[in-house]
Each structure stands twice: as C-alpha cells, then as structure tokens.
C-alpha cells in the first residue's frame, strides 16, 4: 500500500513530531467552487487549521499517488484542472492507475486518511440519502464509509438537497453516532437547524474526543458524525432555501441529470438562485468546520 502513498514534507514533519494531522477533501476545490475562489478558500482553510494546533492534510489523487498534504502549486493544478476526476470508492484504483488527477469525495478521503493514520476529517457537509431514493437507489458512498472506516467528519451536518430523514435512519442502521457539536438539532448545511435531531449533544472538543476514543478503544469500527452548525450570521432563512432547493431538484429531473451530476448541478442552482448567498454561506461554515475539527484533532491527540 506503501508505494501508493506520498506526503507533503508539512505533514511528514508534523507526523514525525507527533502533531494533530486533519484531514481535508478536494472536492470542493475541483467541483465547489469556481476559479480562484476555491484555491483561496483552500489555502485559507489550511491556515485556520495551523492557526488552532494542528497539521492540515489536503488529499488528493496526482500522478498515480495519493498526495496527503498538497504543495501550493498542486493545490494550483487541482483548481484549476479541468478534467480532476471527482473520485469515489469505486473510482480509487482507476485513477490511482490510469495516472489521472483525482479530487476526493468524503467517502475517498476517508479512506486515504485512514491509511494514513489520520483520525479527523473536516468537510463542508456529508453525502447522503438523495431526493426519491426510494425509486433510484441514489444513496451516497459517504454513508457507507462513514459506517465502515474509522474516522470522525466534522461537517455542518448533510447537504440541504438531500433528504436529511432518510440519511440518519440510514446512519443510524449503520451505527454510526451522530453528534451535535453544541446543538440538539441535526444541521442542514446552508442552516443552523433541521427538522431532525442530533443522536446527542456534546458542548465542548474535549468531550467529542474521549467521545471518539472509547468508540475506537471498544474496537466499535466505523466513523462518527460531528454535526458543528453553520455560525447564525451565516445561516440562511429554511423556508427561502428550502424553496429555491425544491425549484432546482425540479430543474435537474426535466433535465434528466442524476447520479453523481446531481449535486454539483444542485450546489450550482443553488448559488445562482440565491444570487451567490449559498456560496458565500458554504465558504464560512467550511472555516467553521475547520476551527472546531483542529482544536477536537488537538484534543484528541493529547488523549
């Protein structure tokens, strides 16, 4: 396995010295976000995570290695590549082999960050349950990762196009504890709450990190939700943007766009409904994200 794994030498000097490492994805850098944006909020996201103690680990596929940890320049390449290959379990080996780029879904970095050693992953928000899954099987690679692989996400819950009732039973059938990070409710993305509620509530990093190491230590495999809601100032009103969310759902049904086309489509329709809101929205509960995973990455690294 060894001879497909590269580090960055920020992250090999910071597993040397034995510091918190956080995971990140690129996904959102090749398929979130437009150009130059997406390689602003990338270094900005690996800054927020310096800043509060720990190592952070942009992974991505480049040259036939799975990079753990980017250079500036390749975080270049990555955003502004057109053809990175949005590559998901199934995806892994092909790109690995065939030489491509490949941007990491959560259910990929996952993966590589558990053979890296990494416990902790920040993200923006999970996959999930979509829309009708019931008649078109379209269920996120996330959820099953999240059920197999041992890593914690911290995210701003799932994203808001999905049906966020299905993908907790659906975690909830799988195992996986789903924590709300100061917050009794389930988060959906774009706002502080949801109709659903977190399985428990944890108030601080410390606890969410004894949380994670019993479940590791009891040898109960598989990964944690950390549902960290996007901050007040930043939410967006659930009415507004369930609505906007429905109009574009409609769009990509007349259009016929389905499987994995489905999200970016819906984060685009999104961003063009709301005038630009969800993006900026997005952007801020990621920073979010990244400053409560690094200081429970932290925690957890003392413990």
Same mark, same amino acid.
Request: aromatic residues 2%.
């Given at each position: 396995m060894k001879q497909y794994i590269t580090y960055s030498e920020e992250v090999a000097k910071g597993m040397q010295e034995g510091k918190a490492i956080v995971a990140l994805e690129s996904t959102i850098i090749s398929h979130g976000m437009p150009y130059p944006?997406?390689?602003?909020?990338?270094?900005?996201?690996?800054?927020? +995570?310096?800043?509060? @103690?720990?190592?952070?680990?942009?992974?991505?596929?480049?040259? @036939?290695?799975?990079?753990?940890? /980017?250079?500036?320049?390749?975080?270049?390449?990555?955003?502004?590549?057109?053809?990175?290959?949005?590559?998901?379990?199934?995806?892994?080996?092909?790109?690995?082999s065939s030489?491509?780029?490949?941007?990491?879904?959560?259910?990929?970095?996952?993966?590589?960050?558990?053979?890296? @050693?990494?416990? /902790?992953?920040?993200?923006? @928000?999970?996959?999930?349950v979509h829309r009708g899954a019931e008649t078109t099987m379209d269920i996120s690679a996330d959820l099953e990762? /999240?059920?197999?692989?041992? +890593?914690?996400?911290?995210?701003?819950?799932?994203?808001?196009?999905?049906?966020?009732?299905?993908? /907790?039973?659906?975690l909830e059938t799988k195992g996986v504890p789903v924590v709300g990070y100061q917050t009794d409710s389930f988060p959906a993305f774009y706002t502080t709450t949801s109709e659903f509620d977190a399985n428990f509530r944890l108030n601080n990093e410390k606890e969410v990190a004894e949380m994670l190491k019993a479940k590791w230590d009891l040898e109960l495999n598989g990964g944690a939700v950390i549902a960290n809601p996007i901050p007040t100032e930043h939410s967006l009103e659930e009415s507004y943007i369930n609505t906007i969310i429905e109009s574009a759902l409609q769009e990509a049904e007349e259009n016929g766009i389905k499987g994995k086309d489905v999200t970016p489509f819906m984060l685009g329709k999104v961003k063009e409904l709301t005038e630009g809101k969800s993006l900026e929205a997005n952007i801020e509960l990621v920073y979010n994200n990244a400053r409560v995973g690094s200081k429970i990455a932290v925690e957890l690294n003392n413990l």
């Open positions: 944006q997406n390689v602003e909020t990338a270094r900005k996201v690996e800054q927020i +995570v310096r800043d509060n @103690g720990a190592v952070p680990a942009t992974i991505a596929i480049m040259d @036939g290695k799975i990079k753990i940890g /980017l250079s500036d320049e390749e975080l270049e390449t990555l955003g502004t590549s057109k053809n990175a290959r949005k590559t998901s379990r199934r995806d892994l080996a092909y790109v690995i030489k491509e780029i490949g941007a990491t879904t959560v259910a990929t970095t996952m993966i590589c960050a558990e053979m890296a @050693g990494i416990k /902790l992953f920040v993200t923006g @928000g999970i996959g999930g990762e /999240l059920a197999n692989t041992n +890593v914690a996400v911290v995210c701003a819950g799932a994203k808001s196009i999905l049906d966020i009732g299905l993908t /907790l039973e659906y």
